[in-house]
């Protein structure tokens, strides 16, 4: 008993050596596009959604996490502007439909992300892409009243995204990069107006607090009219409603998640001192070893421990695409529009689903970190077409 406490005490003081450690540890920064409202990461939304009060005075912000459609069919008396910003938007023709509706009536829509899809996409010809120069793309408006002397030049790559095909009866270009290829767009349909941008990256914390961003950014919002709702869409971006469980106030303050650790670990260090003083001595009977299974362990293990999560993420999209080739004979060596269709056709799965699933591929290709949510959202997308395509 007495050389039990002795352990008992040293582990106690590892444990908290330990805690002491971890809680002083600098967090790793997250480079990861959330684009969510209350994430202080470089590409989240933090700093555009608090100060929309500075460039719409007086106006209401107002989320929501329900689609399109069903934001504007259940209210017919919705005025104002609304704000879409994500990775990628997908708007059907039921929800273009109540969008058009929406604008007509003298509202205005904001949307910006690297992908258009649906039937806003097929309706207006959109498709984007990204400047291949070393050199960082720069922007600049078109209206002489807002262009500056200087282009605004953002951190790294996040302005080479453009437009490289549009509706150009349609469309009215409003912003260019210095390569002349069109970055802004806005579209007309009765009183109001749809502004498109193809850089989200540049409306993020880091784009609007480096250099000149933030003047970028008020002058793209100002082409919204001043109105007493703004409507900040959290459903394209696939955004968690907050958890109302109590413990969120735990979780939400470092020191208390800490006091609640210590308190588990305290309360099972008692459960196991009192197992071992009341419990007889159960005979260990050792299972047949799996030598297949002790190998993936292994393996899993050490992926584990060195959190490669990008290694992960390229290997489970190599091979899905060696599984393509051998099963079905389809080329991989392009993911464009036309292996999208030969996918769907050959393997009769939906057609967004394969359009989902080359995004999601082209954006883990060009990241030099993913994140344990990007991981499991790629995974998930592999599962469901593995699902869908037996």
């Known amino acids: 008993m007495k050389d039990f406490k002795i352990y008992l005490s040293i582990a106690g003081c590892l444990m908290l050596v330990y805690l002491v450690a971890q809680y002083n540890k600098p967090t790793p920064v997250n480079w990861a596009p959330s684009f969510y409202y209350k994430d202080k990461i470089p590409f989240g939304s933090y700093v555009l959604y608090n100060q929309l009060n500075q460039v719409f005075p007086g106006a209401n912000i ?39 509706k929406f604008i007509k009536n003298g509202n205005s829509v904001f949307i910006s992300c690297f992908n258009f899809n649906g039937y806003l996409a097929d309706t207006l010809k959109l498709s984007t892409a990204a400047e291949n120069s070393k050199q960082y793309a720069r922007l600049n408006f078109e209206n002489k009243q807002l262009k500056q002397p200087d282009d605004y030049v953002f951190y790294k790559a996040i302005g080479n995204q453009y437009f490289d095909d549009f509706d150009t009866a349609k469309a009215t270009v409003i912003g260019k990069n210095n390569f002349g290829h069109s970055t802004f767009l806005s579209f007309k349909f009765g009183k109001g107006s749809l502004f498109l941008c193809a850089n989200p990256g540049v409306l993020t914390n880091i784009g609007i607090l480096k250099n000149n961003g933030a003047d970028y950014a008020a002058k793209a ?89 990008a290694n992960i993420a390229h290997k489970k999209i190599l091979y899905l695409l060696e599984y393509l080739r051998d099963e079905y004979q ?44 990007d991981l499991i959202e790629l995974n998930n997308l592999i599962e469901q077409f593995y699902t869908k395509s037996r």
């Not at 069919?73 to 879409?84: A, F, K």
């Not at 709702?229 to 971006?237: A, C, G, K, L, S």
């Not at 292996?339 to 009769?348: G, Q």
Request: hydrophobic letters at 40%; aromatic letters at 14%; proline letters at 3%.
């Open 62 to 100: 107002l989320k929501t996490n329900k689609s399109i459609y069903n934001t504007f069919h259940d209210s017919t008396v919705l005025q104002g502007n609304y704000l879409i910003l994500a990775k990628s938007v997908t708007i059907n023709k039921f929800d273009f439909d109540e969008l058009v």
């Open 221 to 309: 919002l100002s082409y919204l009219p001043q109105t007493k709702n703004i409507y900040w869409d959290e459903f394209q971006n696939g955004d968690i409603a907050e958890d109302p469980s109590p413990m969120r106030v735990f979780f939400e303050n470092p020191s208390l998640q800490w006091a609640y650790y210590l308190s588990l670990c305290g309360m099972l260090v008692f459960v196991l001192f009192e197992i071992k003083r009341r419990q007889r001595i159960i005979p260990i009977i050792e299972p047949l070893t799996n030598s297949t299974m002790d190998f993936v362990n292994v393996v899993g293990q050490v992926y584990y421990e060195k959190r490669n999560n």
């Open 330 to 373: 389809l080329k991989t060596n392009k993911l464009d529009d036309e292996f999208i269709e030969r996918v769907t056709a050959k393997l009769n799965i939906e057609r967004q689903l394969a359009v989902d699933l080359v995004s999601f591929f082209k954006y883990i290709n060009v990241q030099d970190h993913v994140t344990d949510r």
